[in-house]
């Protein structure tokens, strides 16, 4: 699978953006895929996700209410909104597809076969 990740930019603080991955090589409907972001000098963390093997999306405490994933599998594509944006979301974003099928290591970088490039997240306050 080759992840493209793009809809990065610059905003202020309170704005919106909105990220897409888009998949080629195969399709996205059957693995479990996320969202990761690494702020700078930080280590990376989960944003969100869908895990195929209970239908369930999880969403960051962080960022719940805020933002929302969602996937389309005719388009073979995953999208984050972000609204509400503040400036700790400030982070290279990237989506990752084929993560772990054991529910604990769901929000696990580690535990994801494929990376898209990243994306970069700044916001200004």
């Known amino acids: 699978v080759q992840l493209q990740a793009c809809g990065g930019g610059l905003v202020q603080a309170g704005g919106s953006l909105r990220l897409s991955c888009a998949a080629s090589?195969?399709?996205?409907?059957?693995?479990?895929v996320a969202w990761f972001r690494q702020p700078p000098g930080k280590e990376r963390e989960f944003v969100a996700g869908?895990?195929?093997?209970?239908?369930?999306?999880y969403v960051a405490d962080s960022v719940k209410g805020r933002f929302t994933f969602s996937r389309d599998s005719d388009k073979n594509t995953l999208t984050l909104q972000m609204n509400n944006l503040k400036p700790e979301d400030t982070a290279v974003y990237y989506c990752?597809?084929?993560?772990?099928?054991?529910?604990?290591?769901?929000?696990?970088?580690?535990?994801?076969?494929?990376w898209g490039q990243g994306t970069l997240v700044t916001v200004s306050s």
């Open positions: 990752a597809a084929d993560g772990s099928t054991i529910l604990s290591d769901f929000r696990r970088g580690d535990a994801y076969y494929y």
């Open positions: 869908f895990r195929w093997n209970d239908r369930r999306t």
């Open positions: 090589g195969r399709t996205l409907s059957r693995l479990n």
